[in-house]
């Protein structure tokens, strides 16, 4: 008896957790337009060690986008 009542609440929670999580509302993706400007903060090579002369490059980049309905973003990348 105990088995039927578990698995009758576990059927209802089941079903409870679906309805709630199956309604959940979709969000939907914008296209936005933007120009951006950017430019070079730091930037170094490092010696790699493997074979003579190769090195790596390491650029750090500031940048801020302009978008199309007039909100600003900024980004170090």
């Known amino acids: 008896m105990a088995t039927k009542k578990s698995l009758r ?22 296209t936005l337009n933007y ?5 070079s ?15 790596v490059g390491l650029v750090m980049r500031g940048a801020f986008y302009v978008f199309e309905n007039g909100e600003v973003a900024t980004t170090n990348h």
């Open 9 to 30: 609440v576990l059927v209802g929670i089941c079903v409870i957790s679906a309805c709630v999580l199956g309604a959940a509302m979709q969000a939907g993706a914008e």
């Open 35 to 39: 120009k951006f400007y950017t430019w």
């Open 41 to 55: 903060i730091k930037g170094e090579r490092v010696p790699v060690g493997d074979v003579e002369g190769h090195t």
